[in-house]
Nanobody, 120 residues
C-alpha cells in the first residue's frame, strides 16, 4: 500500500532550523516529482518547493527562497526539506506529496503532514 510519511517537524525559535523528511512505502519516489506544501488553518495550501524526478530541477516559493533547500536521496527513497532562518510565518502543517506525471501534473499522493511551529 502506497504511503508517504513526513517527519522532522517540531517547535523552534525564530532563526532556527529544521529538516523535514519524506519517506515512502509501496512507491519509489525517484519516479515522481516530489513536493512540499504547507497549510495554516483558514488559509489555502501553499506550494513551498518541489524537485523533479528526471532532471532534479527545483522550485521554491518566493517566501522561502534562499532559506529552504529541497533534496532527494533516491538510494534511501527519501526527500528532504532543509529549512533555515525560520520565521514565525513559516508556522504551518507541512505535507509531502508526489506527482507521478511530473511537476506540472496533479500531486496524487499525500502524506499526513507534520507540524512546524516557529515561535519565541
Amino acid at each position: 500500500q502506497l504511503q508517504l510519511v513526513e517527519s522532522g517537524g517540531g517547535s523552534v525559535q525564530p532563526g532556527g532550523s529544521l529538516r523535514l523528511s519524506c519517506s515512502a512505502t509501496g512507491y519509489t519516489l525517484s519516479y515522481a516529482c516530489v513536493g512540499w506544501f504547507r497549510q495554516v488553518p483558514g488559509k489555502e495550501r501553499e506550494g513551498v518547493s518541489w524537485i523533479s524526478s528526471k532532471t532534479g530541477n527545483t522550485y521554491y516559493a518566493d517566501s522561502v527562497k534562499g532559506r529552504f533547500t529541497i533534496a532527494r536521496d533516491d538510494a534511501k527513497n527519501m526527500v528532504y526539506l532543509e529549512m533555515n532562518t525560520l520565521k514565525p510565518e513559516d508556522t504551518a502543517v507541512y505535507y509531502c506529496a508526489a506527482a507521478h506525471r511530473g511537476c506540472r501534473a496533479r500531486f496524487e499522493y499525500w502524506g499526513q503532514g507534520t507540524q512546524v511551529t516557529v515561535s519565541s
